[in-house]
């Protein structure tokens, strides 16, 4: 499983672009790089989902560099609602045996948005 | 349409007594997942199961048991509670796509666990 490595806070004010950049040296062939979002009191919630290139979904957007070493969440134009603790979960997706490769959450990044 | 359910939401226990979680998920999702998460980390996973009957260990399962008799529920239990699994426990939820398994889980809003 790649270990990943994400800087432990951020701050940012409303409407800026905020970029998250998750590394994992150690991606394999397989692994797909995942992102979820957290706030207080609640379970993780799903933002989005990546193997290369760029993804993206209404929310974010997932930029992966050709190496995969990397990837970077790119939230456009925050808002105070976006304040929350960012996860990148790095993980491969044969089924069913390796089910439970995709699930180590790490410390995150939390991300606070100022007026 | 309620996602994944867990109950209680709050509970608190002495030492050596013992307790289940329940999950339910109406999703008809193969994957459950029971985690948890202790303050200011992030989720450790403690079990899942890939399907009715079957169950796997994850990074912490020392202390805990599950059971996944019917597709849409999955229980954690802790049989003799120690003050050390005091924590927030979250279930989630994940369906498999061709073969997939890497699929977005869906989460609980947690059960928060105090054990004195």
């Known amino acids: 499983l790649a270990k990943t490595t994400q800087p432990i806070s951020m701050d940012s004010y409303e409407g800026q672009e905020v970029n998250i950049t998750c590394s994992h040296n150690?991606?394999?062939?397989?692994?797909?790089i995942t992102w979820y979002q957290q706030f207080p009191s609640q379970g993780p919630r799903f933002i989005i989902q990546?193997?290369?290139t760029k993804v993206t979904n209404e929310v974010a957007s997932l930029f992966i560099p050709a190496d995969r070493k990397s990837s970077t969440l790119s939230l456009p134009r925050v808002s105070l609602s976006d304040t929350a603790v960012y996860y990148c979960?790095?993980?491969?997706?044969?089924?069913?045996?390796?089910?439970?490769?995709?699930?180590?959450f790490g410390g995150g990044t939390r991300l606070m948005v100022k007026p | 349409n309620a996602g994944v359910t867990q109950t209680p939401k709050f509970r608190v226990l002495k030492t050596g007594q013992s307790m289940t979680l329940l999950c339910a998920q109406d999703?008809?999702?193969?994957?459950m997942y029971w985690y948890r998460q202790d303050p200011g980390m992030g989720l450790r996973l403690i079990h899942y199961?890939?399907?009715?009957?079957?169950?796997a260990k994850g990074e912490v399962p020392d202390g805990y048991n599950v059971s996944r008799l019917k597709k849409q529920n999955f229980l954690l239990g802790l049989e003799s509670a120690a003050p050390s699994q005091t924590s927030v426990y979250f279930c989630?939820?994940?369906?498999?796509?061709?073969?997939?398994?890497?699929?977005?889980?869906?989460f609980g809003d947690g059960t928060r666990l105090s054990i004195l």
């Open positions: 199961s890939v399907g009715e009957g079957t169950t």
């Open positions: 989630a939820s994940s369906y498999i796509l061709r073969g997939r398994t890497n699929q977005p889980q869906h």
């Open positions: 150690n991606i394999a062939t397989n692994d797909y």
């Open positions: 999703m008809n999702h193969e994957y």
């Open positions: 979960l790095v993980g491969d997706n044969r089924a069913p045996q390796n089910a439970g490769n995709m699930l180590t």
């Open positions: 990546g193997y290369k």
